[in-house]
């Protein structure tokens, strides 16, 4: 029998409203987290606080309301810059990771790439950072290529370097921490060999940021996208740094007001970084929450959420085998993976195992995840997936797993 | 006994009835469900105007393997020009089951395709 791990967070889910809430009779238990985060009451309190107390548009009031929005505004995205060790200047808000990258490839690529050259993702991307790749080959003439991965889910590093090889390549996507196997990629690595071999590199970092210390100056890529709501903040706002001088001297992606310098009849000139890539009305109160939802996770520590993440991650990767006819994807190490596990087992199709689990009030995810390509490699059409936040706890392991054996009663096997 | 994962259900789950493929067929038709990945392919053999012959193939839930192999039982023997008037509620009626709105395109998967391959309509259906 496997022992529950020690954690190193206080048990910190009576702050988190939704987990407080039963289904016929039971507590929930939410490993779901990679899909969306809850978000705790500092969060809702910031952003109640500034809708009801100091709500103005930013960056116009020539009135106090509007100077303390600003502030407000202005002061999140200076923590969150700081959060992972990046600068406010070029810490550009967007409405979550899908824009961000989209930002990249129509503001970047469409402009930089061509017939002959190559943009290189991994076979482990979520779709947010393949079909953007995907228009802007269809719209250039440039090529999509895939580095493959090793059966227990690493990224194949040969491989990237063969690519690398043929010379073409403008552009490397690589996803921080795949949203599926779990794969903690070695992203500086391979920002690095993309560097020398005189491509860009793209990082999304969706799944990395919540849950792990993130440093994106030491990772050093060109461009780094993640999205406030899976890291315990609201839906709506996203968040892509990027290098000041591509940055500077990209065209805008979506134009309009607050982005412009000066309009004339014909044309414009740009804001100043990063409000150039910010235009219309921003998601404020989202940008206050998220960085309502970053000063929670400073206080806990990123290094303790980390070891939190490896210690449910490595009892989940002792107690799920213990269900019969079970597989779990992604490397065993836990070393090598994040807070997510992807499973299936035999003679049940994932959505049925979700029905299962809701029955528990297991909130556990079933299907592709947004990674057709990745599921196509591991010979699967959908898999289910736990994945855990700081409000877990060993215990929603157990009534996972208690679950999953209901299932197999369930379906007589 | 299970309100949704009927012993009948499972059954056809576990031993879907005609399954497979058939090398001469008439009609065919593939499709497959965006929100989960799950994938359905029919082939059709006609004679006489009616479906002399099918077979299902692909991977699914329960809900959407049940109904294709409850449902292939009832379509053997029709007429190919009556399939485009099946409804939702016919697949649902044969499966005897309550289907909540979650499920719902898995129940209805197999006769979409069963559309698609006899009218040539892949959009049904419409909500």
């Known amino acids: ?413 | 006994m299970d309100d949704l994962y009927r012993e009948n259900i499972l059954d056809h789950y576990k031993n879907p009835r005609n399954f497979g493929e058939l090398d001469s067929h008439d009609l065919q038709f593939h499709d497959h469900n965006p929100l989960c990945g799950d994938e359905l392919g029919v082939h059709i053999k006609v004679e006489d105007g009616k479906i002399a012959d099918l077979r299902f193939h692909g991977h699914g839930c329960a809900i959407s393997q049940a109904a294709a192999s409850i449902s292939s039982e009832e379509l053997i023997g029709m007429p190919v020009e009556e399939v485009g008037d099946l409804s939702a509620e016919w697949v649902i009626e044969q499966l005897g089951i309550d289907i909540s709105a979650t499920r719902r395109k898995c129940a209805l998967l197999s006769l979409k395709v069963m559309r698609g391959a006899t009218t040539g309509d892949a959009s049904w259906p419409k909500d």
């Open chain 1, 1 to 413: 029998m496997a022992t529950a791990p020690d954690t190193t967070l206080p048990d910190v889910r009576s702050e988190f409203p939704v987990l407080t809430r039963e289904w016929n009779g039971k507590r929930v238990t939410y490993v779901d987290s990679a899909a969306t985060s809850q978000k705790p009451e500092q969060v809702l309190a910031a952003m109640d606080r500034f809708l009801r107390e100091a709500n103005a548009s930013v960056h116009r009031g020539l009135y106090d309301l509007g100077r303390e929005a600003t502030d407000l505004f202005e002061g999140a995205r200076e923590r969150i810059a700081r959060f992972v060790g990046a600068d406010a200047e070029t810490t550009v808000f967007t409405h979550n990771a899908t824009e961000a990258i989209n930002l990249v490839a129509y503001a970047w690529a469409r402009d930089n790439l061509g017939p002959g050259d190559e943009v290189l993702i991994t076979r482990m991307e979520h779709h947010s950072n393949i079909v953007p790749w995907q228009l802007v080959c269809q719209d250039t003439g440039a090529k999509l290529r895939y580095v493959d991965i090793s059966d227990d889910g690493l990224l194949l590093l040969d491989d990237l370097d063969a690519a690398l090889g043929s010379g073409r390549v403008k552009l490397v996507g690589v996803v921080h921490v795949s949203n599926v196997l779990g794969t903690l990629n070695p992203v500086a690595e391979v920002v690095s060999r993309a560097h020398a071999a005189g491509a860009l590199a793209v990082v999304d970092g969706t799944q990395a940021v919540p849950q792990m210390p993130v440093d994106v100056s030491e990772i050093d890529a060109d461009f780094y996208a993640w999205t406030g709501h899976k890291a315990l903040g609201p839906t709506g706002v996203g968040v892509l740094h990027g290098r000041r001088e591509l940055l500077l001297e990209m065209r805008p992606f979506i134009s309009g007001g607050h982005m412009i310098n000066r309009v004339d009849d014909e044309a414009s000139t740009w804001s100043e970084l990063p409000h150039k890539f910010e235009a219309g009305t921003s998601a404020i109160a989202e940008a206050i929450g998220l960085g309502a939802a970053i000063d929670y996770l400073t206080t806990l520590g990123m290094e303790n959420v980390r070891a939190h993440e490896e210690g449910l991650t490595a009892y989940a990767l002792e107690r799920l085998p213990e269900v019969p006819g079970l597989t779990v994807y992604g490397p065993p190490d836990v070393s090598q993976r994040g807070g997510v596990v992807s499973f299936s087992m035999e003679g049940i199709h994932p959505h049925d195992i979700a029905e299962v689990c809701d029955r528990h009030a297991v909130c556990i995810r079933a299907g592709h995840h947004c990674t057709q390509p990745l599921m196509r490699r591991l010979g699967v059409g959908s898999t289910g997936r736990a994945s855990f936040h700081v409000y877990n706890h060993p215990d929603d392991v157990d009534r996972l797993v208690e679950a999953l054996q209901d299932a197999r009663r369930v379906f007589e096997l």
